[in-house]
């Protein structure tokens, strides 16, 4: 049987943006900055699991999370530039979508 050699690095990218609604949360999130609320109410995704993925986002330095001294304080999350780097293959998904993929 021949052994299969995959990328680790790959795999880490496959695994972290293979997680439901994270490529939705980055895609998302592409617009521009915003506040948790504002990512919440445009996807049917629960705040627990928002606030976790957003989390996970943050610690990959995906995401970053500005807290405004406010008040109330506000809080908006955007696209680091290691962020912003995913925008080709996200839209490239998308394009592909849109060609291939039924409603």
């Known amino acids: 049987m021949k052994e299969i050699c995959i990328c680790p690095r790959l795999a880490k990218a496959m695994d972290l943006l293979g997680k439901r609604w994270t490529t939705?949360?980055?895609y998302q999130l592409l617009e521009g900055p915003q506040r948790f609320n504002e990512i919440e109410s445009s996807?049917?995704?629960s705040g627990?699991?928002?606030s976790e993925r957003l989390k996970e986002l943050?610690?990959?330095g995906i995401v970053e999370r500005e807290v405004f001294s406010e008040v109330p304080i506000?809080?908006?999350y955007s696209?680091?530039?290691k962020g912003r780097a995913l925008e080709g293959a996200i839209r490239e998904v998308e394009n592909w979508s849109k060609k291939?993929?039924?409603k």
């Open 24 to 26: 939705l949360i980055l």
């Open 43 to 45: 996807l049917p995704i």
């Open 48 to 50: 627990r699991l928002l």
């Open 58 to 60: 943050e610690k990959e």
């Open 74 to 76: 506000r809080v908006e």
């Open 79 to 81: 696209l680091t530039e």
């Open 100 to 102: 291939w993929i039924n």
